[in-house]
């Protein structure tokens, strides 16, 4: 048995979001409100679309984009946290599932020399297209109505849990890491013996304790989950990498 790593990317492997960190390539660091006002709730990679495409009407390039994401900064304890996940793939497998891109992601990892840490991305796919501007799509389709119309992590996850299964890998332990309310739909994927990591002062941490106490209500009344599936695992707020690296350590001596 192994224990499985899950990581959210921004705000939680990186210390700030990357998709709005890509903003510091342009001139004045700003965006026209024509651009900046067009987000609709829900579709981001679609307002992320019209960024990128900006980005690349001011001739912006490949190199001078790649420049910039690689200073993003990583949340304190996480390089030292993938170099002991990267030392230790005999018994930790990892995944990052984020709503930022391939391209970003590859390159932040590439340029940190952590990249072997991980063992699968998934992400929305990205590539730069004929006019210069990167491309942004859609990760996949899917029917959750609690997330973004572009991703599912629990969908992701789930997928991702089955076919280890179907190949004869089995997982002891998951650990899921995130921050964002995006990440609470795939809390619910995890066994009563996964842990939950949500980073302290954030929305993640906020979203599980409502779902606790609704679930501590529920099971008062003798009723079914109100708010999706109940949550099974065990919930462990962090701060730090090092916090994240503890947890891990003492799943991998548990097994």
Not at 167 to 173: C, E, N
Not at 192 to 198: E, K, N, R, T, Y
Request: glycine fraction near 8%.
């Amino acid at each position: 048995m192994r224990v499985l790593m899950v990581f959210d990317f921004d705000h939680t492997l990186v210390d700030d979001n990357s998709d709005t960190w890509v903003i510091k390539c342009l001139p004045g660091e700003t965006l026209p409100d024509s651009v900046r006002l067009s987000y609709r709730k829900g579709h981001w990679t679609e307002f992320m679309g019209r960024v990128m495409s900006h980005i690349g009407e001011q001739r912006v390039s490949a190199e001078q984009i790649r420049v910039v994401m690689e200073t993003i900064p990583f949340t304190a304890g996480m390089p030292e946290l993938l170099s002991f996940i990267a030392q230790n793939k005999n018994a930790v497998d990892c995944i990052v599932v984020s709503d930022s891109n391939s391209v970003f992601i590859h390159w932040i990892l590439a340029a940190a020399g952590l990249g072997s840490a991980v063992d699968q991305v998934f992400t929305n796919p990205a590539e730069f297209g004929p006019s210069g501007a990167l491309e942004v799509r859609p990760h996949h389709d899917h029917a959750c109505p609690s997330c973004p119309v572009n991703l599912c992590k629990r969908a992701v996850l789930e997928e991702f849990l089955a076919r280890r299964a179907a190949a004869g890998t089995g997982y002891g332990r998951v650990l899921y890491v995130g921050d964002g309310g995006n990440d609470l739909c795939p809390t619910a994927a995890l066994r009563g013996h996964d842990v939950a990591l949500p980073r302290r002062g954030y929305s993640l941490e906020k979203l599980l304790a409502r779902q606790e106490v609704q679930d501590q209500q529920d099971q008062q009344n003798k009723q079914g989950a109100q708010d999706g599936a109940p949550l099974r695992a065990r919930v462990v707020p962090w701060s730090s990498g090092a916090e994240v690296l503890q947890e891990l350590k003492d799943a991998m001596t548990a097994l």
